[in-house]
């Protein structure tokens, strides 16, 4: 057997002589992130990175071959706390997904981070009515208007969208009506109404006063006096007491 020998080498050499360092075995993964290695040579090394939303929160990034084994320790990802610097504003509380995060708003902001003071929701409509508006924005307004005859009795013409939610009070329509009463019979009572616009005009309210027991038409008409006045004519049957 001259001239012939066998060597066994530790775990730090390798080839038939141990002259040539180990190499090592395939790198360990790691949970939400990937490695990054060309050979498992001596001196070679394996590269870590977390997926996107993950970070390396212990162990090494990068691990060096040295001699059968991988110097350091394995690296761990965990999940970004995307809420750690407070993005939420106004009191939003805010959620940690993964890569991201979620700003859940009160009622008088909007926004990915809470800071656009909120849209309100659709004007209600009212009777008799309507409301105009472009839009209903933050610092939008609605105006609104009675139909011919009646105007606001309550609550605001004007609302302002503030933060979410229209400022004021909904307005109520009522007649715009002035009223007397002629009693042309023991059971019927006639009741004239004569129009807001027409009551703010001095010469045209002289002249009804003039005249408001006399356009007298059928129970329920419409009378007109050209230039003068309309009077909205309402029946009222059996109501002594007015
Ligand atoms: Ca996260």
Redesign the pocket.
């Known amino acids: 057997m001259a001239n012939e020998y066998s060597c066994t080498c530790n775990s730090q050499w390798s080839d038939s002589n141990c002259y040539t360092p180990a190499p090592c075995s395939t790198p360990g993964e790691v949970s939400q992130g990937t490695r990054s290695f060309s050979d498992t040579n001596h001196a070679s090394n394996v590269t870590y990175s977390c997926n996107a939303?993950y970070e390396i929160t212990s162990g090494d990034a990068t691990l060096t071959c040295n001699h059968g084994s991988w110097t350091g320790s394995l690296p761990t990802c965990e999940?970004?706390?995307?809420c750690a610097n407070n993005p939420c504003q106004n009191s939003g509380k805010c959620s940690?997904?993964?890569?991201a995060y979620r700003c859940t708003c009160n009622s008088q902001w909007t926004g990915t981070n809470c800071d656009t003071p909120a849209p309100c929701s659709t004007p209600s409509e009212i009777s008799q009515g309507s409301g105009t508006y472009s839009d209903t924005l933050h610092g939008s307004t609605v105006t609104f208007a009675c139909i011919s005859g009646y105007e606001i009795k309550s609550g605001d013409a004007s609302r302002t969208c503030s933060y979410g939610s229209w400022n004021g009070s909904q307005p109520t329509c009522g007649g715009n009506l002035q009223m007397s009463s002629i009693r042309i019979s023991p059971r019927m009572i006639i009741l004239l109404f004569l129009t807001k616009a027409i009551q703010n005009d001095a010469n045209s309210a002289t002249k009804y006063k003039r005249m408001r027991y006399k356009p007298l038409c059928k129970p329920g008409c419409m009378f007109k006096q050209p230039r003068i006045l309309q009077l909205h004519m309402h029946i009222s049957m059996g109501r002594e007491e007015l």
């Open positions: 939303g999940d970004i706390d995307e940690n997904l993964v890569n």
